[in-house]
């Protein structure tokens, strides 16, 4: 109890008591001090008062399961600096994992230390402390939290900046990653979940990134510029502004010939061949079309699906006419092969998978799944060494050796969005923007 409300409430007694003196007598007066209540110190508002007692590492650090983690704690005493000899006593909550001591005593400064080997039992895994007086006399007790990224499992991740990505690119020659979130652009640093914030585009406000067969970067910013990295992310130059008096934000996509393609709408769909330094208007209907996907076939022509239903259309003069062609159902993106075999998604039952080796002119089901919400489709095909990962919003992740046959992967009716770093770590978007989930599995 604090002081001054222990002596109030005497002062409260003393008051009713000697209020009643003359009918009860001395005798009462004698036992109004037997009766007082207790002033000895409640422990918990002792803790709150007195003692200071933090790991000095914070919650949420991210670690690899099995990983070595130093733990260190404070003990400051702020009534009496003497905090030596305090014994600590460590337990793991959760996680697994094991302790290099299983307790402690602080030193003359109110220091003590263990290290902690994270398991492997869960990804979140938790240590507690417990601290004792030198009496023996329990005291409190703090939690510490930690991540510990595991092989082989899903590990679901909640912050900034990754759980708010937008756009990733991966470069496997080079071996960099990065990825566009919450306005910024990010590097991926020495692991595969630490991020650096790229510094040259800060003020810029990044909205999507791309890059090219030869490893050259394109952002594209939310007031309609672009700009591109020749050497991997170190420096980065303005392009021409494809659509100058316009202020706003653009799409963009690159091509598989790395034509860099450009969609604002109400205004015609341009593209540059030579790197951003000069735009070109495609020609016919595709402003209309949406933004969407474009890849160049092995005898030249090109292929183009905008986000709008059943765009599916093809040009044999680089970009100047355009042939629609007749797709299924309700078709919503474009994929196209090292062999020139056509893939598309539509809304047949919720999601369908179609392919088509004779130019579109036919189309064979080939698999349907039933998600929980339709959407627009972003990065939906995916590929890593000899295996496609396909997303599927609504639903989850499959898996293909060649995208005629399919496995269902991963479940999780949550995901939005799948994109695949340059060590082929699988990172996953939640809807929500505030949520992603890394998979790293065994070489």
């Known amino acids: 109890m604090k ?37 000895t110190p409640d422990p918990s508002y002792e803790i709150l008062e007195s003692y200071s007692f933090v790991f000095e590492g914070k919650s949420g650090n991210r670690y690899l399961a099995g990983e070595s983690v130093d733990v260190n704690l404070k003990v400051i005493n702020n009534r009496d600096t003497s905090v030596s000899s305090y014994k600590v006593v460590f337990n793991i909550v959760s996680g697994g994992g094991s302790l290099l001591k299983g307790s402690a005593y602080t030193d003359s400064k109110g220091s003590v230390s263990t290290a ?40 679901e991740v909640s912050g900034s900046p990754d759980g ?33 914030e790229v510094s040259d585009l800060k003020q810029k406000s990044p909205r999507t990134i791309e890059i090219d067969t030869n490893g050259v970067i394109y952002v594209s910013t939310w007031s309609g510029e672009i700009f591109k990295s020749l050497n991997h992310g170190e420096s980065w130059i303005p392009c021409t502004k494809p659509y100058p008096d316009h202020p706003y934000y653009i799409f963009m996509h690159v091509a598989n010939d790395n034509y860099i393609w450009v969609f604002k709408f109400d205004l015609p769909a341009k593209f540059s061949i030579d790197g951003g330094t000069t735009w070109l208007t495609a020609g016919s209907n595709l402003s209309s079309s949406g933004f969407g996907d474009v890849f160049r076939l092995t005898d030249g022509s090109l ?25 299924p159902g309700y078709s919503t993106k474009l994929y196209v092969n090292e062999k020139d075999e056509i893939f598309i998604c539509n809304q047949d039952g919720g999601f369908t998978i179609f392919k088509s080796t004779d130019m579109g002119a036919t189309f064979t089901r080939l698999y349907s799944a039933f998600p929980q919400f339709g959407t627009t489709m972003d990065n939906i095909f995916n590929k890593w060494s000899n295996f496609y990962y396909v997303l599927v919003p609504g639903f989850g992740i499959l898996k293909s050796t060649d995208l005629n046959q399919y496995e269902v992967y991963y479940v999780n009716s949550e995901l939005n969005n799948l994109f695949i770093d340059h060590n082929g770590v699988m990172i996953a978007k939640d809807w929500n923007y505030q949520t992603v989930y890394y998979r790293k599995n065994s070489e």
């Open 3 to 39: 002081p001054e409300i222990c002596n109030l409430h005497h002062r409260n007694y003393l008051r009713n008591f000697s209020l009643r003196l003359p009918e009860y007598g001395l005798i009462v007066w004698f036992l109004s001090f037997i009766i007082l209540p207790s002033c």
């Open 116 to 155: 902690w080997q994270l398991g492997s039992g869960s990804f979140r895994q938790d240590l507690r402390a417990s601290l004792y007086k030198p009496s023996g006399e329990y005291l409190t007790s703090t939690d510490l939290s930690v991540l510990g990224f595991r092989t082989n499992n899903w590990d």
């Open 164 to 196: 708010r990505i937008t756009g990733m690119v991966a470069d496997t020659v080079y071996g960099v990653t990065f990825m566009v979130a919450g306005n910024s652009v990010y590097r991926q640093g020495d692991r595969y979940y630490r991020w650096e």
């Open 303 to 327: 292929l183009y699906h905008g986000s709008n239903c059943c765009s599916l259309n093809r040009s044999v003069d680089d970009g100047q006419t355009w042939t629609h062609i007749p797709t």
